[in-house]
């Protein structure tokens, strides 16, 4: 169980990383079982921690503006938020031994009917950005400034949220709660226990 995907990408932010010890007896009690069996419990219990933690998530997500669309980088767009838009998806099963499983939100690339793009913003803070007036345009060209530099100046930073992040250790560790489980459902189906 470690996390595989690309957690700082701006759609998977939580991963199922479980200690070395618990990784053991449950890769122990694995082997007990086919190869088949052992995925089929992975999948289950990994699928039934998935939904506990979109339901977690979704209860926390930060809810902006109401109205049905809102003004994104000049145009309207519809306004989507991260409580409507949260997913999880368990893969990268190997032998049955180990997999991961991914809790995010929905991507779309080149869209806005998704909130993915503003996800990097919330969990890891970003520049508060304002156009330049025209002294201070020429100035900066002055200054030998060229390009987007001319047209916003940095005015502060946003914090970041975590909004995603701060579960990452309690939603891990109940991972196993849902596994274990389905493991021993598994070895007793097989009649192995």
């Not at 199922?16 to 053991?24: Q, R, S, V």
């Not at 368990?90 to 031994?97: D, N, Q």
């Not at 916003?152 to 914090?159: H, I």
Request: glycine share 8%; charged share 25%.
């Amino acid at each position: 169980m470690t996390s595989l995907p690309n957690f700082k990408s701006k759609t998977f932010a939580v991963g199922c990383e479980i200690d070395a010890k618990a990784l053991e007896q449950i890769n122990h009690r694995l082997l007990q079982l086919s190869e088949k069996d052992a995925r089929n419990a992975m999948r289950r219990g990994f699928t039934k921690w998935g939904k506990f933690t979109k339901k977690a998530l979704e209860a926390t997500a930060p809810f902006g503006k109401t109205k049905a669309t809102e003004r994104v980088r000049g145009a309207v767009r519809p306004n989507v938020h991260l409580k409507w838009s949260v997913i999880t998806k368990v893969k990268g099963y190997s032998k049955g031994l180990v997999t991961w499983i991914g809790v995010g939100v929905k991507r779309i690339d080149g869209s806005y009917l998704t909130p993915h793009w503003y996800l990097g913003w919330l969990e890891n803070g970003h520049a508060i950005k304002r156009a330049t007036s025209q002294a201070e345009r020429i100035a900066l060209k002055q200054r030998g400034e060229r390009g987007r530099a001319l047209n916003f100046r940095v005015v502060g930073r946003s914090q970041p949220r975590n909004w995603i992040k701060k579960y990452r250790a309690p939603l891990s560790a109940a991972a196993v709660q849902f596994v274990e489980p389905e493991i021993e459902k598994a070895i007793k189906e097989a009649g192995l226990g």
